[in-house]
């Protein structure tokens, strides 16, 4: 079975600081892993994906399959970027997303 | 589109009682995803459709949970009987096959629910 974990439920930083979060992912097989954001009154919706290999809004993720990670990076954290963070893997086969319990970012000025 | 439509935004019950969560998925979509989210367990899968279909329903906590699909643009999550630890925000979402291997899953604002 397929599991996602997200060990910090808090993360506070000062704005311009760098921001890592952490996610670790068990499964056999390949997974796609993938990073969504519920921003505060906004629906969640999907960040990036790793199969993109795409950097938005300065996030970055890179899939680690030795340490099974898939940690999510920016270099110099913004107010705007305060929200909760969800970590998720979808493995062959299943079209439904497994989540990990998420972590909130709180970017003090 | 509206994106996905989710009835009530809050449902405030007493315990023993029948709660039905509402969702319209985004047209055209074949995929419709029921999560529920607490803070201790972040978000859960509790049971997912293809084409009105369930697919996998292992997510469920057990017999007082159903989830109905009767066709494209409706589906239903009952609670019967209720209890205060069904407490939690309820996410309804969709996708649609093809992008469904891209994990691109469009959500509702959610239901949140407390049972007293």
């Known amino acids: 079975a397929q599991r996602v974990t997200q060990p910090e439920k808090l993360l506070s930083v000062f704005k311009g600081a760098p921001v890592e979060l952490k996610c670790n992912y068990s499964?056999?097989?390949?997974?796609?892993l993938f990073w969504y954001v519920q921003y505060s009154r906004q629906r969640l919706q999907l960040l990036l994906r790793?199969?993109s290999r795409e950097s938005i809004k300065g996030f970055t993720a890179d899939l680690n399959k030795g340490e099974t990670s898939f940690h999510l990076k920016k270099p110099f954290a913004q107010e705007e970027d305060s929200a909760m963070y969800y970590c998720?893997?979808?493995?062959?086969?299943?079209?439904?997303?497994?989540f990990g319990s998420g972590t909130r970012l709180q970017v003090q000025p | 589109d509206a994106g996905v439509i989710q009835s009530p935004r809050h449902e405030v019950t007493e315990m023993g009682q029948e709660v039905t969560l509402r969702c319209k998925p985004i047209?055209?979509?074949?995929?419709l995803f029921w999560y529920r989210q607490t803070m201790m367990r972040g978000l859960e899968l509790l049971i997912y459709?293809?084409?009105?279909?369930?697919?996998?329903d292992s997510g469920m906590p057990e017999d007082r949970f159903s989830a109905k699909m009767p066709n494209a643009s409706f589906s239903t999550l009952k609670i019967q009987p209720s209890e205060p630890r069904d407490s939690a925000v309820y996410f309804c979402?969709?996708?649609?096959?093809?992008?469904?291997?891209?994990?691109?899953?469009?959500f509702g604002e959610g239901s949140r629910l407390t049972v007293l």
């Open positions: 499964y056999s097989g390949s997974p796609e």
């Open positions: 998720a893997l979808i493995s062959t086969g299943r079209r439904a997303l497994t």
């Open positions: 790793h199969i």
């Open positions: 979402a969709s996708s649609l096959l093809g992008t469904g291997d891209t994990g691109e899953l469009f």
């Open positions: 459709f293809n084409n009105n279909v369930p697919i996998d």
């Open positions: 047209s055209g979509h074949d995929y």
